[in-house]
């Protein structure tokens, strides 16, 4: 299952969450502490389609400046909470997960009811599909849990 759009009325771009989504990827290239590697830029991918999903439907509902102030701000206190644990994760893990994770939560709140249209792989629902946003949700944190596990 790929999120592809929140289904949110939105009638242009949604520029700040392109612009973290880019942040977040020359972050990436900068933080990664090992060889380039599949698995990290896999997470990546991930986390930059799930900000995109649900960054682009918070956007139409607060702004562009107040969506870039949630992302960014997500991933600095993050990173800062990183910081100060005792055993903390990989840096790049940290910044591409929390401007998602905010985005996810964001607008969770603000539209409980939403849909996302999402792509889906599974053979009995294999195509363009539209699930309810608490679904969706639960598989990337799902997904994001198992990933940092693994790593």
Not at 30 to 50: H, I, K, S, T
Not at 74 to 94: D, H, K, Q, Y
Request: one cysteine or more.
């Amino acid at each position: 299952m790929i999120p592809l759009k929140a289904n949110v009325p939105a009638w242009r771009l949604a520029y700040a969450s392109v612009a973290v989504a880019i942040g977040c990827a020359v972050a990436f290239a900068v933080l990664l502490d090992r060889a380039a590697l599949l698995w990290p830029a896999v997470f990546l991918a991930g986390n930059m389609v799930a900000i995109w999903t649900f960054g682009s439907g918070v956007e139409p509902l607060i702004g562009h400046l107040r969506t870039l102030a949630l992302l960014a701000g997500a991933g600095g206190v993050a990173v800062a909470i990183n910081a100060l644990a005792g055993e903390p994760a990989s840096a790049w893990a940290v910044v591409s997960a929390a401007p998602a994770l905010a985005g996810l939560v964001t607008l969770f709140a603000l539209r409980p009811r939403a849909r996302v249209i999402t792509f889906s792989a599974v053979p009995l629902f294999m195509g363009v599909i539209e699930l309810p946003l608490a679904v969706v949700a639960a598989a990337w944190i799902g997904l994001e849990a198992l990933a940092v596990a693994m790593w």
